[in-house]
């Protein structure tokens, strides 16, 4: 399984968790709520979707509202295909959403992990934003070192993109360091990822820590981006 496409099995896995929905409906909210996948079409979504029901997983069901009952007879549309998540579907996503290693510090695989903080522990959110912090101070020291080696030969506009870079990345881990203050202090963050309110946390009982106001569904640094 791509990187890519493992993301987008958790991210599907993740809001059907949240109630059933039909295709469309689905892919609205992954460009809507998950900006990080404003790239992926019909073309991918529909056979992530037929994987996940193969796997037992995912499950489809006749859409039951007025207009689905219509479409089949208007100009041969057929109805809309509902798909809801199973029990096995559910204990898998649980099983993901329990996973810390490397991949879920990437740029994109982050985004989508932070997005379902409300439905995680918060011992594993821990560990998902030390582990990105890590990886971001990584980043930003090699940054560092490389623009003192470069610099002398940079004209001003480069310079200035390189110095652009590293301050996006600076600006994450402060974030960064505040959520996991906050995690470490036992605080709950309000809102969500798409607008709703703070969900349970399904481990131990507390809400989970959310985005803040401002703070993009895909962190704006440049780099390390999953492909």
């Given at each position: 399984?791509?990187?890519?496409?493992?993301?987008l099995?958790?991210a599907?896995?993740?809001l059907?968790?949240e109630?059933p929905?039909?295709?469309?409906?689905l892919?609205?909210?992954?460009?809507?709520?998950?900006?990080v996948?404003?790239?992926f079409?019909?073309?991918t979504l529909?056979?992530?979707?037929?994987?996940?029901?193969?796997s037992?997983?995912?499950?489809?069901?006749p859409g039951?509202?007025?207009?689905?009952?219509l479409?089949?007879?208007?100009?041969?549309r057929?109805?809309?295909?509902?798909?809801r998540?199973?029990?096995?579907?559910?204990?898998?996503?649980?099983?993901?959403?329990s996973?810390?290693?490397?991949?879920?510090?990437?740029?994109?695989h982050?985004?989508?992990?932070?997005?379902?903080?409300?439905?995680?522990?918060?011992d594993?959110?821990?560990r998902?934003?030390e582990?990105?912090?890590?990886?971001?101070?990584?980043?930003?020291e090699k940054?560092?070192a490389?623009l003192?080696r470069?610099r002398?030969r940079l004209?001003d506009?480069?310079?200035?993109?390189q110095?652009?870079?590293?301050e996006?990345?600076?600006r994450?881990?402060r974030?960064?360091?505040?959520?996991?203050e906050s995690?470490?202090?036992?605080?709950d963050?309000?809102?969500?990822?798409?607008?709703?309110?703070?969900?349970q946390?399904?481990?131990?009982g507390?809400?989970?820590g959310?985005?803040?106001?401002?703070m993009?569904?895909?962190?704006?640094?440049?780099?390390?981006?999953?492909?």
């Open positions: 399984m791509g990187r890519r496409s493992g993301i099995e958790f599907v896995l993740g059907l968790r109630s929905m039909h295709g469309y409906e892919r609205k909210r992954l460009n809507t709520s998950l900006g996948f404003r790239a079409s019909y073309g529909y056979p992530c979707l037929k994987t996940l029901v193969a037992g997983w995912l499950t489809e069901e039951n509202t007025s207009e689905d009952a479409a089949a007879p208007l100009a041969g057929r109805a809309k295909i509902v798909y998540l199973t029990a096995e579907g559910k204990e898998h996503f649980e099983e993901l959403l996973q810390t290693g490397p991949d879920a510090y990437d740029d994109e982050f985004a989508a992990r932070f997005a379902f903080f409300g439905q995680t522990s918060r594993v959110r821990m998902v934003l582990g990105r912090r890590s990886r971001l101070e990584e980043r930003l940054m560092r490389s003192t470069t002398e004209d506009y480069t310079l200035e993109l110095r652009h870079g590293m996006s990345v600076e994450e881990v974030w960064l360091n505040e959520l996991i995690e470490r202090a036992g605080r963050l309000k809102g969500s990822a798409s607008g709703g309110t703070a969900q946390d399904t481990t131990n507390t809400t989970g959310l985005p803040r106001p401002g993009p569904s895909r962190p704006d640094t440049p780099g390390d981006t999953a492909t």
